[in-house]
Structures are given as C-alpha cells and as structure tokens.
C-alpha cells in the first residue's frame, strides 16, 4: 500500500488507486502482490494524439535558451533530491529492490538531469578551415524534435533519466513509454518535472500496452528518435519497426559478462566485485557477471569466500532494514534462473549454496552459486538475470580472452589483477563496451554506457550521451559578391 504521502506524489490524471473503470493496468507490489493503483492503458491513437503534442511543445522548446533549459532541468535534478525518500518508497514497492537500493537508484537518475543540465551549455558547433578562399564552412548542432523511449523495469527511474536528461538538454520533447510492472516510477518524475516548471509535454509518459504503444512511437514520421532499454530480442523488433521512418535508434540491449579473477588479483577485492557486480538487484542488471572464470591458482580460495559472502545474503521485502536481496521480477524470471540451475547441474556443475525458489507462491530465489560451470552450459551462452553465481575455471590468460569473448554479446566485462602491464593487455582484447578493472561497479553519469556487438548502438551518459539527439546541420557560406 501506497502512503498518502506517495500518492500525493503520484497526482496525475492517468493513475487511481482504485479499480477504474477505464481500461487500465494495475500496478502491484513486487514483494506482496497487493495492489498499489492502476494506470492508464493508452490505445493507439492516445499515443497519436500525444506525439502531435509533443510536437508543439518541442517547437517551443527549442526556442528556449541553453541556459534556460539548463536551470529548468536543475530545478527538476533539486527536487527529485527532495523527494528522494519518497521515489525509492515507490520504487521498492513496485520493483522490490531492497531501499538501499532504491535510493542509490534515485540518486545516479538525478545525476543524469544535473550532467546534462550542464551539458547544455557546450552543444557547440564548429568551424572548418574552408576549401575555397571566399567560402566559410560551419556545422551547427540541432536538436532532432520529438523523441521517445521505451524503457525496463530493472533500474525504473534511472533508465528514464538517462535518456529524458539528454533530450531536453538539447530542446527535444520526449514520451516515454515504461515498462508494465513498474510504471509508477516514471509518473512520478513526470510529476515533479512539471512542478519543476518544465513546459507541459515535453516529458510525456504512456502506459500502455507495449506492442500497441512501441508500433505507434516507431511507425510515426513525427517521432525522430527511438532511444531503446531492453532485451536484443525487442530490440530487433524496434529496429525494423523503425526502418521505414529511418528513425535514429539508440539501444541498450542485453549482455552477458564475464568476469575473469586472475591468480595475480587482490582475492578480497575481487570478491567484493563478485558480490557487487552479480547480487545487486537481485542479479537483474544488465551488466551483472553472469560468467565468473576464476583461475586454477586461486580458484578454490575465490569460490570459497564467495560461498561466505553468499550465505550471509538477505531475501526479503526491500522495505526492511537488513534485505540486501528483493524478489525477481516475475515467474518467467524464476523459471530462467531454475532452468539454467537445472542444465548446469545435468551437465556437471555442483551447487554450492541456494537454488531453489522461497516459495510457490512468491517470486524470491535464494542466491545461488554453482561450481564447475563449463562453456557448453546455457549460463555460458545466455544471460541469466538472476542471483546465480556462475563459476568457471580456466587456466591461461589467452584461453580465458577466447572464452570471455565467446558470444554474441558485447556489453561489460570486469577482471581482477595486480599486474598493470596485464589489466591493459586484456582489457584492450576483451570485445565489450565497458571493462571494469578491479571494481564491480562501473556506472556513473559521466562515463560512456553502452555496448558492441548485439548488446546495442550509441552510448548513454558522458559527453557522448547527447549526440544521439543532435542532427549536425553543413552551412556553406559564400563571400563572393
Ligand atoms: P524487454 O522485454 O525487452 O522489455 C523492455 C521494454 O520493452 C519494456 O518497456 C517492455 O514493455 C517493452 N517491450 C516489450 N516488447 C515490446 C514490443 N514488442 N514493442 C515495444 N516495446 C516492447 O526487457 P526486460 O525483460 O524488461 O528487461 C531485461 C533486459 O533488458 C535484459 O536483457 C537486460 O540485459 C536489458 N537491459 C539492458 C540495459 C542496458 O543498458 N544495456 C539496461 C537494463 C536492462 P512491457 O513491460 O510493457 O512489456
């Protein structure tokens, strides 16, 4: 149940807190399954009708200054700090993540309105030494116009910014379309971006249901630019949904990670990096490890303390003190988790610690760790979006490189070493879009988010993060009277 205080903060037209009689999709808490509202279900011409308004809004917009935009984006950065409580609450209670969490998560999706407030100001063009003497050669930098986002349910608010915070920088209008289970999150930024001044429509959020709604913002020559957070398998719809428009696209697709602990690693930082790239959101990340190889020299003492580390794991509702482990998001989710249990152990893998869900009725999976994995499982192939450990063993560095970038993904990658002349050696050869050396945590506002191969195209975040909404505009000028 939602407090009157957040609800409060979820004062918009498209959201009730009891059955409607519209058609609606009902919001329920991840850790209890009670109902926390209903949101509006948008058909298609709901969607038609709001991307002609984002029209006009953007053609405003634009007109707005740099520094204007910025100070309206830094009063939206302020008062989401302000409510920061009150976000993570509604986060938890529609995504489970323990409030930690939920609060860090708050935090690294204002940080995205405040870069980019920042940012706005430096979208500066140039000028190119002409060819012809009488000529001057300019490229100006424009926004793109109305954009749109479609979003997962893993990281609700700051899958949002990431995207919206860009956008705006640049004068372009936004709808954004969030993932059924976790709606909430987004409407509540919406919120406070109006109250925060931001003109009305250029931050539009429409629940809905996905294929209706995705066609709708694809298939429209309005809409210039898709920026996408999802699985590969969606983002391949998207693509060719948006092929005929030509649409720009942006997408942030799946991974799945290695992770290599080399037997020259520091063993505790490496398993801290271990516990902080695998566990977090219960395994939910897109980043997260998802195949930990681990050298024959230190392999046993690795596992061994990750072991340790995993038993003192707490499931729960994110709501109480100690939980370090929320519920998974749905029962597809624990049936992955299960099969990928299942086929490891069939084909020799020993389980460790965990593996079994809570109970039937809930969708909490105890942390999991399995030993003797092998590259013929499916943990090696696929991603496995839940809290299992996934241990390898290798021997040699050029072995372990072949291993690690044996797949179709390519989005981050970790290692542990000591050896500087090593961590430049591999981190050049590994085909990822991110590697973190010594740490498990990589993500941040100024740094280039994103992947190779098929785990995406551009890049989020960072002074790279805004070119996605810029069209670079060729002025010839001739002098010659
Ligand atoms: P998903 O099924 O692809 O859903 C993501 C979003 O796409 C949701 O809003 C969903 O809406 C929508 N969607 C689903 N089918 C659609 C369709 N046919 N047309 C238009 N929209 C559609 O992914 P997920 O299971 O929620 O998220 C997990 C995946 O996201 C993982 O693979 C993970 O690696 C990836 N991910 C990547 C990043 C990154 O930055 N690279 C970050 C986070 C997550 P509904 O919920 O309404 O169906």
């Given at each position: 149940m939602l407090d009157q205080q957040l609800k409060n903060l979820l004062r918009h037209t498209d959201i009730t807190f009891q059955a409607p009689s519209f058609d609606a999709i009902e919001v329920k808490d991840a850790a209890t399954g009670v109902s926390l509202a209903w949101v509006k279900k948008h058909d298609r011409a709901d969607v038609e009708a709001a991307i002609v308004r984002a029209e006009h809004a953007q053609a405003l917009f634009k007109q707005q200054s740099a520094l204007q935009r910025a100070d309206l984006m830094m009063a939206w950065y302020q008062l989401i700090l302000k409510h920061q409580q009150d976000l993570a609450q509604i986060l938890t209670a529609e995504q489970g993540k323990p409030l930690s969490e939920a609060n860090g998560e708050i935090k690294y999706a204002a940080s995205f309105i405040r870069w980019f407030a920042e940012q706005a100001r430096r979208i500066d063009g140039d000028v190119i030494t002409p060819v012809q003497s009488q000529q001057r050669l300019l490229v100006l930098k424009q926004a793109i116009g109305v954009t749109a986002a479609i979003t997962p349910w893993n990281f609700p608010a700051a899958m949002i910014t990431r995207k919206i915070a860009p956008a705006l920088a640049a004068g372009c209008s936004m709808l954004i379309k969030p993932a059924e289970q976790t709606p909430l999150s987004a409407y509540a930024l919406e919120v406070l971006a109006m109250q925060a001044g931001l003109p009305r429509d250029v931050m539009i959020t429409l629940s809905g249901d996905s294929v209706d709604v995705g066609q709708t913002l694809c298939e429209?020559?309005?809409?210039r630019k898709l920026s996408f957070t999802g699985s590969t398998e969606v983002g391949r719809i998207l693509m060719q949904q948006c092929a005929p428009t030509i649409k720009k696209l942006s997408l942030e697709l799946g991974g799945n990670a290695p992770l290599i602990v080399f037997d020259d690693a520091n063993i505790e930082q490496a398993v801290k990096g271990i516990m902080n790239s695998k566990y977090r959101n219960s395994g939910q990340?897109?980043?997260?490890?998802?195949r930990i190889y681990i050298q024959d020299g230190v392999y046993d003492a690795v596992s061994q303390r990750v072991i340790e580390e995993v038993a003192k794991l707490k499931m729960g509702d994110?709501?109480?003190?100690?939980?370090?482990q929320g519920p998974l998001i749905d029962e597809d989710a624990i049936i992955k988790v299960q099969s990928h249990i299942e086929d490891a152990i069939d084909q020799g893998a020993k389980l460790a610690i965990g593996g079994k869900?809570?109970?039937?009725?809930?969708?909490f999976f105890e942390p999991t760790v399995l030993t003797h994995v092998t590259q013929s499982m499916r943990v090696a192939r696929e991603?496995?979006?839940?809290p299992l450990a996934a241990l390898f063993r290798f021997k040699t560095e050029d072995e372990v490189i072949q291993m690690a970038n044996a797949t179709e993904f390519g989005l981050a990658a970790y290692l542990f070493s000591q050896n500087t002349a090593r961590q430049w050696r591999v981190g050049e050869a590994l085909e990822y879009g991110m590697v973190g050396i010594n740490t498990g945590l990589i993500s941040n506002e100024a740094s280039s988010f994103g992947g190779i191969k098929q785990s995406g195209l551009g890049r989020e975040g960072s002074q790279y993060g805004i070119e996605d909404y810029l069209e670079l505009k060729y002025m010839c000028i001739d002098l010659s009277e």
């Amino acid at each position: 149940m939602l407090d009157q205080q957040l609800k409060n903060l979820l004062r918009h037209t498209d959201i009730t807190f009891q059955a409607p009689s519209f058609d609606a999709i009902e919001v329920k808490d991840a850790a209890t399954g009670v109902s926390l509202a209903w949101v509006k279900k948008h058909d298609r011409a709901d969607v038609e009708a709001a991307i002609v308004r984002a029209e006009h809004a953007q053609a405003l917009f634009k007109q707005q200054s740099a520094l204007q935009r910025a100070d309206l984006m830094m009063a939206w950065y302020q008062l989401i700090l302000k409510h920061q409580q009150d976000l993570a609450q509604i986060l938890t209670a529609e995504q489970g993540k323990p409030l930690s969490e939920a609060n860090g998560e708050i935090k690294y999706a204002a940080s995205f309105i405040r870069w980019f407030a920042e940012q706005a100001r430096r979208i500066d063009g140039d000028v190119i030494t002409p060819v012809q003497s009488q000529q001057r050669l300019l490229v100006l930098k424009q926004a793109i116009g109305v954009t749109a986002a479609i979003t997962p349910w893993n990281f609700p608010a700051a899958m949002i910014t990431r995207k919206i915070a860009p956008a705006l920088a640049a004068g372009c209008s936004m709808l954004i379309k969030p993932a059924e289970q976790t709606p909430l999150s987004a409407y509540a930024l919406e919120v406070l971006a109006m109250q925060a001044g931001l003109p009305r429509d250029v931050m539009i959020t429409l629940s809905g249901d996905s294929v209706d709604v995705g066609q709708t913002l694809c298939e429209s020559p309005i809409v210039r630019k898709l920026s996408f957070t999802g699985s590969t398998e969606v983002g391949r719809i998207l693509m060719q949904q948006c092929a005929p428009t030509i649409k720009k696209l942006s997408l942030e697709l799946g991974g799945n990670a290695p992770l290599i602990v080399f037997d020259d690693a520091n063993i505790e930082q490496a398993v801290k990096g271990i516990m902080n790239s695998k566990y977090r959101n219960s395994g939910q990340t897109c980043v997260c490890a998802n195949r930990i190889y681990i050298q024959d020299g230190v392999y046993d003492a690795v596992s061994q303390r990750v072991i340790e580390e995993v038993a003192k794991l707490k499931m729960g509702d994110g709501r109480l003190a100690d939980v370090t482990q929320g519920p998974l998001i749905d029962e597809d989710a624990i049936i992955k988790v299960q099969s990928h249990i299942e086929d490891a152990i069939d084909q020799g893998a020993k389980l460790a610690i965990g593996g079994k869900r809570l109970a039937p009725d809930n969708t909490f999976f105890e942390p999991t760790v399995l030993t003797h994995v092998t590259q013929s499982m499916r943990v090696a192939r696929e991603e496995t979006f839940g809290p299992l450990a996934a241990l390898f063993r290798f021997k040699t560095e050029d072995e372990v490189i072949q291993m690690a970038n044996a797949t179709e993904f390519g989005l981050a990658a970790y290692l542990f070493s000591q050896n500087t002349a090593r961590q430049w050696r591999v981190g050049e050869a590994l085909e990822y879009g991110m590697v973190g050396i010594n740490t498990g945590l990589i993500s941040n506002e100024a740094s280039s988010f994103g992947g190779i191969k098929q785990s995406g195209l551009g890049r989020e975040g960072s002074q790279y993060g805004i070119e996605d909404y810029l069209e670079l505009k060729y002025m010839c000028i001739d002098l010659s009277e």
